[in-house]
């Protein structure tokens, strides 16, 4: 027990923190305490981390047991009690919340209607969008540990270009920016991404010294800027929702003489709740808010490379239980050592388009074409019918990109294709230099074969 009062000292005053309006000297105070500990490499680090995710486990899982309807459905179905879950280990136990399953938002609310503060939803590609509401509460949770971060980055001045798309107000991305930067006391300029000759006026205007952006969306910022002789020192670049390399990381450190973070994460669990500092080659986990699991995608089985699934420890009006994210991911450890868990994330489990009687992935052919000189990043697929032959369209965005081009990059990455467009399996358009702007992946894949009202 006397081990346990440093622990349990730890988690009140982080719950406190945490759970409360935090003003932006607070947050300061906060990210100095913080700093010092995040760089330590002790064992007793880690097991503090450990200690205090499994006691938000058990809180997190007798909250839903008695305030969720679809997850005390679960677990009565199951003979299960918040007893039987005591540890990490004891998730097994129960079943997995797929992106089908929460479409029902209603089951999954905790607090009533009128304790809802906000609702942020997925961009609705492939179907009615997925919402997610939040109280109070976790809007607090979620402003003030995120703006403590910013102000690990950046402990003075803090002007923060925001260029992520704004496609629709529910959003997350934009949206959580505008308020973490709030309540870390910084001024957000938000942008979005429509333009890169305009964004980079902004950025003359203001002189940001961050940038919150996409990798494939500053990569199309960078090359501007280098076209017109624009520099500016950043002291920090935090990327997120796509692929980021080393080539990325070696362009926008030598341009703007940054520091480059990458950030993982989705709506689902709310936003970016992993964290790659410039030195480390892996994901670190967000364990005080989430627990993750990899799993065989096929079979539900515990694994060390597979589907991520994530429990969330700190939500009030919607929290989730074992959500399978479609994202794949393979444990890992990161050279640095730090007192969080470490994951490589591998892209989807889901961009395998079957089409024209062969197999093709969404994030192969995108990083093939994304090498292409000119090329955004930005690529959307689309798959339809014509007639009764499959039809696969390439949008590719970026001014003097050739058709030809693109085309010999796909034959090349794919040498099966022609075969299957010359024996009839499959049509091929390709269309270049159009404007994704609004796309908020780097990626979109669209399959409407199978849209009834097409027939």
């Given at each position: 027990?006397?081990?346990?009062?440093?622990?349990?000292?730890?988690?009140?005053?982080?719950?406190?923190?945490?759970?409360?309006?935090?003003?932006?000297?607070?947050?300061?105070?906060?990210?100095?305490?913080l700093k010092h500990w995040f760089?330590?490499?002790?064992?007793?680090?880690?097991?503090?981390?450990?200690?205090?995710?499994?006691?938000?486990?058990?809180?997190?899982?007798?909250?839903?047991?008695?305030?969720?309807?679809?997850?005390?459905?679960?677990?009565?179905?199951?003979?299960?009690?918040?007893?039987?879950?005591?540890?990490?280990?004891?998730?097994?136990?129960?079943?997995?919340?797929?992106?089908?399953?929460?479409?029902?938002?209603?089951?999954?609310?905790?607090?009533?209607?009128?304790?809802?503060?906000?609702?942020?939803?997925?961009?609705?590609?492939?179907?009615?969008?997925?919402?997610?509401?939040?109280?109070?509460?976790?809007?607090?949770?979620?402003?003030?540990?995120?703006?403590?971060?910013?102000?690990?980055?950046?402990?003075?001045?803090?002007?923060?270009?925001?260029?992520?798309?704004?496609?629709?107000?529910?959003?997350?991305?934009?949206?959580?920016?505008?308020?973490?930067?709030?309540?870390?006391?910084?001024?957000?300029?938000?942008?979005?991404?429509?333009?890169?000759?305009?964004?980079?006026?902004?950025?003359?205007?203001?002189?940001?010294?961050?940038?919150?952006?996409?990798?494939?969306?500053?990569?199309?910022?960078?090359?501007?800027?280098?076209?017109?002789?624009?520099?500016?020192?950043?002291?920090?670049?935090?990327?997120?929702?796509?692929?980021?390399?080393d080539n990325h990381k070696a362009?926008?450190?030598?341009?703007?003489?940054?520091?480059?973070?990458?950030?993982?994460?989705?709506?689902?669990?709310?936003?970016?709740?992993?964290?790659?500092?410039?030195?480390?080659?892996?994901?670190?986990?967000?364990?005080?808010?989430?627990?993750?699991?990899?799993?065989?995608?096929?079979?539900?089985?515990?694994?060390?490379?597979?589907?991520?699934?994530?429990?969330?420890?700190?939500?009030?009006?919607?929290?989730?239980?074992?959500?399978?994210?479609?994202?794949?991911?393979?444990?890992?450890?990161?050279?640095?050592?730090?007192?969080?868990?470490?994951?490589?994330?591998?892209?989807?489990?889901?961009?395998?388009?079957?089409?024209?009687?062969?197999?093709?992935?969404?994030?192969?052919?995108?990083?093939?074409?994304?090498?292409?000189?000119?090329?955004?990043?930005?690529?959307?697929?689309?798959?339809?019918?014509?007639?009764?032959?499959?039809?696969?369209?390439?949008?590719?965005?970026?001014?003097?990109?050739?058709?030809?081009?693109?085309?010999?990059?796909?034959?090349?990455?794919?040498?099966?294709?022609?075969?299957?467009?010359?024996?009839?399996?499959?049509?091929?358009?390709?269309?270049?230099?159009?404007?994704?702007?609004?796309?908020?992946?780097?990626?979109?894949?669209?399959?409407?074969?199978?849209?009834?009202?097409?027939?």
């Open positions: 027990m006397t081990a346990m009062i440093p622990v349990n000292l730890v988690e009140w005053g982080l719950r406190t923190f945490e759970q409360h309006v935090s003003s932006p000297i607070h947050i300061r105070r906060a990210a100095n305490l760089n330590r490499k002790s064992k007793a680090s880690f097991d503090i981390i450990s200690a205090i995710q499994q006691h938000r486990l058990h809180n997190a899982v007798n909250y839903m047991y008695h305030r969720s309807p679809a997850y005390r459905q679960i677990f009565i179905c199951r003979g299960l009690g918040p007893s039987d879950i005591l540890t990490v280990y004891d998730l097994q136990l129960l079943p997995f919340t797929t992106s089908q399953d929460i479409r029902d938002w209603q089951n999954y609310l905790c607090i009533q209607a009128e304790a809802l503060r906000a609702v942020f939803t997925t961009a609705g590609t492939t179907g009615e969008p997925k919402r997610f509401y939040y109280s109070q509460r976790d809007l607090e949770t979620l402003s003030n540990l995120e703006a403590v971060f910013l102000r690990l980055l950046v402990p003075e001045r803090l002007v923060v270009l925001v260029a992520l798309p704004m496609i629709h107000g529910l959003w997350i991305g934009s949206a959580k920016a505008r308020r973490i930067i709030e309540r870390a006391g910084g001024l957000p300029i938000i942008v979005g991404t429509d333009n890169p000759k305009e964004t980079l006026k902004w950025m003359q205007r203001f002189s940001p010294n961050l940038v919150i952006s996409s990798p494939s969306y500053f990569t199309a910022l960078t090359r501007e800027a280098g076209q017109i002789g624009y520099q500016l020192r950043l002291e920090a670049v935090v990327l997120g929702g796509e692929t980021l390399t362009l926008f450190s030598k341009h703007w003489d940054a520091q480059v973070y990458n950030v993982y994460g989705s709506t689902e669990i709310g936003g970016g709740k992993t964290i790659a500092l410039p030195e480390c080659n892996a994901f670190h986990l967000d364990d005080l808010q989430l627990v993750t699991e990899i799993i065989d995608p096929d079979t539900g089985v515990t694994a060390n490379e597979g589907e991520l699934v994530f429990t969330t420890l700190s939500r009030e009006a919607m929290p989730l239980l074992r959500y399978r994210s479609g994202d794949r991911g393979r444990w890992t450890k990161c050279a640095c050592e730090r007192p969080l868990r470490a994951i490589q994330f591998l892209g989807r489990i889901d961009d395998l388009i079957v089409a024209g009687d062969m197999n093709l992935y969404g994030n192969v052919l995108a990083n093939a074409i994304a090498q292409i000189p000119r090329a955004s990043g930005r690529v959307a697929i689309l798959l339809d019918k014509l007639g009764l032959t499959d039809r696969l369209l390439v949008r590719v965005e970026g001014e003097g990109v050739s058709e030809e081009k693109v085309r010999q990059v796909l034959f090349r990455t794919y040498p099966e294709l022609p075969t299957n467009i010359a024996n009839g399996n499959l049509v091929l358009v390709i269309d270049v230099g159009v404007r994704l702007g609004k796309q908020i992946k780097a990626l979109k894949i669209e399959d409407a074969r199978f849209d009834t009202r097409k027939i």
